[in-house]
Structure formats: structure tokens, C-alpha cells
């Protein structure tokens, strides 16, 4: 199914065409009303009119998320104020947020490029959708709200929390679709089961639209066996434009760009390069259509690769891998790369523990310690495993074979670990403190 067929399958060379129209059209607009764009393109060479090709793209300089704090509040905004009619902000843990804003055109853009992403998994206006995403600042809730409506879909606006309440309208209203970040999806998915409740028999649900985090196949399998779904990602960040950038079509092999209105560069995180296409590296995002507050080529520290092979689907637009984790996530232990998706995985391969953990980092001395707190999967294993050790050596031995790292496991009770409504945070690195 597609929102928008003429310009989901147009051919590379009509998207390009487009691209290169609007990435002029935007530096245009910035250098005449954005005084920071002004100075960089000064600086970098070029004037209002110096893009001829998508080849120029290289020459601009990265804009990242301080940029914006620098600007704070509506420094970078390219339109005057009374043009502005939505505003959100990402939260900021420390100090000031990154602020985003949108005039009503903006808004339709958004709600249509989300739109296209809702109606490529299939979902469509004989669906009922729940937003279980907290509405508010975040662009979550906000992106998937418009343009499902937009697709037809008949909108649940739940927000976050309250999962028993969550299952109960779901089940009364016979809500067919989920949007949630994938680990309260988890969340639910324990609850019904603690409830009675049985997918396919009391719940209707058939597509989760997940986001706000990354999905590592683990998870995405988890959530399709106990919910009976297809579980599907989407991608987006804030001050881009919030979700509605990229998404999973039915296939389920990467998430489709809307090329026309945002070009995709991977970079080596370290030195900047642009990457040969099809290599792994951090992903910038330059938007081509936004009127309130243009972004060029802006660092998501998110790690990916592109891939420009054609998809079964028949869409043109070009994919991302699933994000494997943002660059802030990674830790490095004992001079050792590691993401916590990598340590989910191996998890996820051992049968006798569930979902749920924690990564506790420490330091003694000179050493860094990481410690893997893990639930077993069900209470009743405390008392067939009389020696917990042999479990927790098994799980040892594997994540040195597949990190190369020693780390001590420690096996804890069924549902012992904390949950979380919005997006988990499952590590705690002591070492920073
Ligand atoms: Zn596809």
C-alpha cells in the first residue's frame, strides 16, 4: 500500500532532481534568515546560490544538537514568530532543551511523510490506533497523532503509562494497531500475560509502529511472539523533525527514507568523512522542505549504514539499517567498543532469562567492571537451577566469545527489574560520577 505512490516509486533521477531544487531553495532561505547558517556558509564558501549539485552538499559544515542550545530558543528559526503555530523540545537532562518549531505548512509536510511511513506497514482507515507515546513536548506522540488521522486511522490518544487501563481499552475497543517505544511494548506484552489476557483471542492487535529507541531483533522478535504482531520500526529525531524520516515497509528489511524531503549521509564519526554508500558509520540528515526551522546536515549520532539496493516493496526511496545504537550509548570498557544491544543479544539467545536488564558499570583502580544484572524468566527456575553459578557461567562464557570482554553476570528474580512506560535505560555507568 502506498500513501503517495508517484513519488514513493518515482525513478532515483526525478529524486534527485527534487532534492537538489529544494536543498537550493533551503540554503537560499537560511543564508537570508538564519544569521548562524549566514556566518557558516560565509565562512565555507559559499553564497545563496553556491549549490549546483547534490555533490555540494559536502562542502556545507555539520550543524549539531549544541548549535542548537546555542540558539536557544528560536535562534535558528527561519520564519518570523507569527508564522510559527507549533512548537515541541527535546528533554534536555541538563540544562537548557533543543527547541523545534513548525508553521502549518510544515506540520502538513510532517504529517504526510509519516503518513506514507504508517501506510507501508500496511496499517490503513479500517485500523484503530493507540498512542501509548507521552504526549507533550516530545515529538512522538504529536507525529504519529496527525498523521494517522491523516491515513484514517480512528486515533486512541492514550498517552504513556497506566498498562492495565491500556489493555482494557484495547481490548474493549478492539485496538488493531500499537505505537509505543519497543520496551513498554515489553512492558504491555508481561502485563497481559499477568492479566490472562491472550493476543489474537481477547486483543486484536495485528502492527506495532515502534520508535523513540532502537529495536534490536531480540526485542522485535520478543514482541511479535508475545503480542502477535508485526512489529515494525520507524525513525525520526526532533531536530530534524520528529518521527516521520524513515520506516519499515512490510518487508521488514530496513526503513525507507523520504528522500524527497530529507538527504541521508553516513559519516566516519572521528574524521568526518563521508562514507562510500553501504558503509557503517554515524548518519546526517539534511531536511529539504522545512520552513520554520531548516536543518542542514545535521550529526544524529546514531550509527547505521544506507542501503541503495531496490526493495521488494517497489518503493524507490533509499533505506537505513535498523539503528544499531547512538555513539553516546557506547561504552568502552577496558579500550573494548560495546553497545548494550550487543550484550541484548546475547541475552536474548540464552532460553532460561527474559528481556529485562541492567548494565552496571564501575571502576576500581585503573579497571573498568561490568556487571549484567539479568531476570530469569520465570520464578520457578530459582529452584530448578540449584546452582545459579552454572547459568551465569554459560552467560559469561558467551559474551566473551562474542565481545571479547569479562564481565560478571548476576541472575536475578522474574520480574525483579524496573520498567519503563517511555524509553528504557538499562545502563548505569558509575564511572562518570
Ligand atoms: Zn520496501
Not at 118 to 125: C, K, L, Q, S, Y
Not at 410 to 432: C, I, M, P, W
Amino acid at each position: 500500500m502506498f500513501f503517495e505512490p508517484e513519488i514513493e516509486t518515482a525513478s532515483r533521477d526525478r529524486i534527485e532532481a527534487l532534492q537538489l531544487k529544494r536543498l537550493r531553495e533551503t540554503v537560499r532561505r537560511v543564508y537570508e534568515h538564519v544569521p548562524m547558517y549566514r556566518g557558516r556558509l560565509d565562512e565555507a564558501g559559499i553564497g545563496p546560490d553556491g549549490i549546483r549539485s547534490l555533490d555540494d552538499l559536502r562542502r556545507i559544515p555539520f550543524t549539531v544538537k549544541e548549535d542548537l542550545r546555542q540558539n536557544y530558543p528560536f535562534g535558528m528559526f527561519a520564519t518570523p514568530m507569527r508564522d510559527v503555530v507549533r512548537i515541541h523540545a527535546s528533554s534536555g537532562t541538563t540544562g537548557k532543551p533543543t527547541v523545534v518549531g513548525y508553521t502549518k505548512e510544515d506540520l502538513s509536510t510532517w504529517s504526510t511523510c509519516m503518513a506514507r511511513l504508517i501506510t507501508a506497514t500496511g496499517v490503513g482507515p479500517d485500523d484503530i490506533a493507540q498512542v501509548a507515546f507521552g504526549y507533550g513536548l516530545f515529538t512522538g506522540a504529536f507525529g504519529l497523532h496527525y498523521a494517522l488521522e491523516k491515513v484514517g486511522c480512528a486515533v486512541v490518544p492514550i498517552s504513556a503509562g497506566n498498562t492495565e487501563k491500556q489493555l482494557m481499552l484495547m481490548q474493549d475497543f478492539g485496538v488493531t494497531v500499537l505505537i509505543s517505544t519497543p520496551s513498554y511494548a515489553q512492558y504491555i506484552a508481561e502485563t497481559a500475560q499477568k492479566m490472562g489476557l491472550v493476543p489474537g483471542r481477547d486483543l486484536k492487535l495485528r502492527v506495532g509502529l515502534f520508535g523513540g529507541e532502537a529495536c534490536s531483533d531480540a526485542m522485535r522478535q520478543d514482541i511479535e511472539r508475545r503480542m502477535g504482531m508485526i512489529a515494525t520500526q520507524n525513525y525520526g529525531l526532533s531536530e530534524v523533525v520528529g518521527p516521520g524520516i524513515s520506516g519499515e515497509c512490510e518487508c521488514q528489511s530496513g526503513l525507507h527514507f523520504n528522500e524527497d524531503h530529507f538527504i541521508p549521509e553516513v559519516i566516519d564519526p572521528d574524521t568526518g568523512r563521508v562514507l562510500p554508500v553501504g558503509e557503517k558509520g554515524e548518519l546526517v540528515l539534511t531536511a529539504l522542505t522545512k520552513q520554520a526551522l531548516p536543518i542542514l546536515r545535521y550529526r544524529t549520532k546514531d550509527l547505521t549504514r544506507l542501503i541503495p539496493e531496490p526493495c521488494a516493496c517497489g518503493r524507490t526511496h533509499m533505506r537505513m539499517e535498523k539503528v544499531l545504537g547512538r555513539i553516546d550509548d557506547m561504552l568502552i570498557i577496558r579500550g573494548v567498543n560495546v553497545f548494550p544491544s550487543q550484550i541484548e543479544e546475547v541475552l536474548a539467545s540464552v532460553e532460561e532469562v527474559g528481556p529485562n536488564y541492567e548494565i552496571v558499570v564501575t571502576r576500581e583502580g585503573y579497571l573498568d567492571r561490568m556487571q549484567i544484572k539479568v531476570e530469569l524468566n520465570d520464578s520457578s527456575l530459582l529452584e530448578r537451577f540449584s546452582h545459579l553459578e552454572e547459568l551465569e557461567n554459560r552467560i559469561r562464557q558467551r559474551i566473551r566469545t562474542v565481545l571479547g570482554l569479562d564481565v560478571s553476570v548476576r541472575l536475578v528474580e522474574h520480574q525483579s527489574l524496573k520498567r519503563f512506560e517511555g524509553k528504557a535505560k538499562r545502563v548505569t555507568d558509575l564511572r562518570k560520577l
